[in-house]
């Protein structure tokens, strides 16, 4: 496995490595932004931790 997280680091060391980790960023920074996406991931964090003091 530290092959895999070596090939990784190598590739994110990289100009075009650096330019598809700054389009990711940018894509989920407008993802965020997102007002669908907002509720989505709000009712998500509400189910997620509704579930989880069900059992006391």
């Known amino acids: 496995m530290a092959s895999l997280f070596s090939k990784l680091t190598q590739f ?6 650096r330019q598809v980790i700054a389009q990711a960023t940018e894509k989920a920074q407008q993802l965020a932004k ?3 996406t907002r509720a989505k991931i709000d009712d998500a964090r509400r ?8 059992g006391r």
Do not use: E, I, L, V
Request: without cysteine; glycine residues 24%.
């Open 12 to 17: 994110a060391n990289t100009p075009k490595g």
């Open 34 to 36: 997102d007002p669908k």
């Open 47 to 54: 189910r997620f931790q509704g579930g989880r003091g069900s």
